[in-house]
């Protein structure tokens, strides 16, 4: 005959039952499903991610001209897929800093960035921030970024007049 104090340690035992296990199996399954999805789709991202900080290095450049009272150059190279910063005119493919470098935030080296795999420049704009902020030549800059050549992921605009870039 059983006692209550053997049926409590019986029934006691810890652990999961099968439907609990299977439960979590399949809530597992489905939250990795969605997940990899968007790690293994990661072009748009990349391409996204280049674009905003290809936004930040040219209005650094633009900051960093008025903060200096110097001419920063941005060269964008459509073949190369880079871009560079420096405070004189150098060749359209960033191949070397002309003597001048402009640093990149916080250290020391030269603020280059390479566009990843299928990320492209529309053209290979080369213009400078005067001292008072303003491009030069005077006029309106379009930078715009492609994916694949084709599908446009945003287009940088420096205006005229103030050298505002959006």
């Given at each position: 005959m059983r006692?209550l104090a053997h049926?409590?340690?019986l029934y006691?035992?810890?652990?999961f039952?099968?439907?609990?296990l299977?439960?979590?199996?399949v809530?597992?399954g489905?939250?990795?499903?969605?997940?990899m999805?968007?790690f293994?789709a990661?072009?748009e991202?990349?391409?996204?991610?280049?674009?905003?900080q290809?936004?930040?290095?040219?209005?650094y450049a633009?900051k960093?001209a008025i903060?200096?009272?110097?001419?920063?150059?941005v060269?964008?190279?459509?073949?190369g897929?880079?871009?560079?910063?420096?405070?004189?005119?150098?060749?359209?493919d960033?191949?070397?800093?002309?003597?001048?470098?402009v640093p990149?935030p916080?250290?020391q080296t030269w603020?280059v960035k390479t566009?990843p795999?299928?990320?492209?420049?529309?053209?290979?704009?080369v213009f400078?921030f005067?001292?008072l902020?303003?491009p030069?030549p005077?006029?309106?800059?379009?930078?715009?970024?492609y994916?694949?050549?084709?599908?446009?992921i945003?287009?940088?605009?420096?205006?005229a007049?103030?050298?505002?870039v959006?």
């Amino acid at each position: 005959m059983r006692t209550l104090a053997h049926s409590r340690t019986l029934y006691s035992a810890r652990g999961f039952t099968m439907v609990e296990l299977i439960l979590v199996m399949v809530i597992f399954g489905i939250l990795s499903a969605i997940a990899m999805s968007r790690f293994t789709a990661r072009v748009e991202f990349d391409g996204r991610g280049f674009f905003d900080q290809t936004l930040s290095m040219v209005r650094y450049a633009q900051k960093l001209a008025i903060a200096q009272r110097r001419t920063v150059w941005v060269q964008a190279s459509q073949t190369g897929r880079i871009i560079c910063l420096t405070y004189v005119q150098v060749n359209v493919d960033c191949q070397n800093d002309g003597g001048a470098p402009v640093p990149t935030p916080g250290e020391q080296t030269w603020f280059v960035k390479t566009a990843p795999t299928d990320i492209s420049f529309g053209s290979s704009p080369v213009f400078a921030f005067n001292p008072l902020g303003q491009p030069s030549p005077n006029a309106a800059v379009n930078l715009t970024l492609y994916q694949g050549g084709s599908t446009s992921i945003g287009n940088i605009k420096i205006e005229a007049e103030t050298g505002y870039v959006h």
